[in-house]
């Protein structure tokens, strides 16, 4: 049974790194991303066309900023990204600890 009130994030292993709209570059495949809006409409998420994968999403969290899947980057980057445990399905209320 699945609970609709879940956090898909954890359903789906999406582990979050934050990076400043700044600090962002698409290298490619710009044309190969779905964009899809719920609820809300703040947040923006961004799935392959080809096979689903959010591989970074516009949040409602971090207006300024994408939120990027440490899954999703290739091999070979010098990140080692510090993991704080946050409570996604309450994130208006946690928020102000990040």
Not at 2 to 19: E, K, P, Q, Y
Not at 52 to 67: I, L, M, N
Request: net charge positive; proline share 4%.
């Amino acid at each position: 049974m699945l609970d609709c009130n879940c956090s898909i994030c954890a359903r789906t292993g999406f582990l979050h790194l934050i990076v400043p709209h700044k600090g962002f570059t698409l290298l490619k495949g710009d044309g190969d991303l779905s964009s899809y809006r719920f609820g809300s409409g703040q947040a923006e998420h961004l799935f392959c066309r080809h096979c689903g994968v959010k591989s970074f999403y516009q949040p409602r969290s971090h207006p300024d900023g994408w939120s990027v899947n440490y899954h999703c980057l290739d091999d070979g980057h010098d990140l080692r990204p510090t993991i704080r445990k946050f409570d996604g399905r309450n994130w208006e209320k946690s928020r102000a600890g990040l």
